[in-house]
């Protein structure tokens, strides 16, 4: 999961990133409405964690203008503003959550899995494929009721095309979400990484699709 964290607050984004980033999450910072702006029409990310309070202006109107252009990936709010009022302009603006400071880290992160999820169109938090179960919630990967080991770019990898099974993604989609805008791997990378996820859980799992990428599939069906 690749996540845009806007907050003004320096102390505040550094320690939620590095608990995000502990927990998988790839996260990228702005510090202005301006700068998520210019993020968000360029970059891809899966859920964008928003203040209300920035310094060029409030984050709601920043968002209202998103929704306005059909930019719609999940926008999570996170503001120390607690009116209804607040809440109900976070809102009408388009958000699709509303976390109000101080929070606990852990339901900032639940939070975002749900949203994740439900944009992929899941609603359970244990997503299936065949005999391999990925929990969206705690980042565990299953296969035949036995735990698998995986590194944080191969849970990153697999996390991302579990969301999006049956669905066919492609190598740039899996650059722009599983890695960060500084580091995109070239090709070779993502199939190394690929053929490394196909070893833990069995050669048939990821199929390849020439020339369009990647599809996460039921392994047992699929041999």
């Not at 891809?44 to 209300?52: G, N």
């Not at 503001?79 to 976070?90: L, P, V």
């Not at 109000?100 to 852990?106: L, N, Q, S, V």
């Not at 050669?203 to 390849?208: H, L, M, R, Y």
Request: hydrophobic letters at 40%; proline letters at 3%.
């Amino acid at each position: 999961m690749k996540v845009l964290l806007v907050e003004d607050d320096a102390a505040l984004a550094e320690a939620l990133g590095e608990a995000l980033t502990d927990a998988g999450v790839l996260v990228e910072q702005a510090a202005t409405g301006g700068e998520a702006d210019f993020l968000v029409r360029t970059e891809r990310y899966d859920a964008v964690i928003l203040d209300l309070g920035l310094p060029d202006g409030d984050g709601s109107r920043w968002l209202a203008e998103w929704r306005e252009d059909a930019i719609e990936l999940p926008v999570l709010v996170l503001t120390a503003r607690t009116r209804w009022s607040d809440k109900a302009a976070g809102f009408s603006a388009g958000a699709d959550d509303y976390v109000t400071k101080p929070f606990e880290t852990a339901e900032v992160l639940f939070r975002l899995h749900a949203l994740v999820r439900r944009s992929h169109g899941h609603a359970h938090p244990l997503l299936r494929i065949g005999e391999l179960a990925f929990d969206t919630h705690t980042g565990s990967v299953t296969l035949a009721g036995r735990p698998v080991s995986l590194t944080a770019q191969e849970s990153r990898l697999l996390a991302y095309l579990a969301h999006a099974a049956p669905r066919v993604v492609s190598r740039s989609e899996l650059a722009e979400h599983v890695y960060d805008r500084d580091h995109e791997p070239d090709s070779n990378v993502i199939d190394v990484q690929i053929s490394r996820l196909r070893r833990k859980l069995g050669a048939t799992c990821i199929e390849t699709r020439r020339g369009r990428g990647y599809r996460l599939v039921d392994g047992d069906a699929a041999s």
